[in-house]
């Protein structure tokens, strides 16, 4: 019969435990890596428009970004590049983050326009830049529309085709 030392099981003991706090660790490591729970339920947002008055205007919020959506008036100028057209209903879905410097512009419904403070910089209805700095229009972000609903997120056809035409 074998005899272990005291040395023999102190030695045992001392690795059993690094092998457990290293597999620990590893799981932590892992766990770090992985996105947030809210980082992956941000990748889609789903927005009724149906109950959207005209001149009307929600901001929502997408992967961190505010996302403005705008039902347009009769009185709103009219651009079928950037438009959605939802029977006769015309919305606008821009990013609302400004192309100079990532400041988020306000809307002002009197002037139909929307107005960067930080360097003035100034988009009409549609994102497009009229006024100031900012190089390029407001962006216009992936979405995909079901009906009288949209999807952020998702590229549907209406999108493809807006980002063609750009």
Known sequence: MEQHSRRDFIGWALGGISAVGGVLALGAMKKSWDPLPSVQSAGFVSV???????GEMHTVQWRGKPVFILHKSAETPSNDKRDIRIGEKRFVVLIGLCT?????????????????????????????QTFGPPPRPLDIPPFKRNGETIVLGEEGAEYQKMTKKA
């Open 100 to 128: 100079h410097l990532g400041c988020i512009p306000s809307y002002e419904a009197s002037s139909q326009t929307f107005k960067c403070a930080c360097h003035g910089g100034v988009f009409d209805a549609s994102g497009i």
């Open 48 to 54: 009724d428009l149906s109950g959207m008055k005209e």
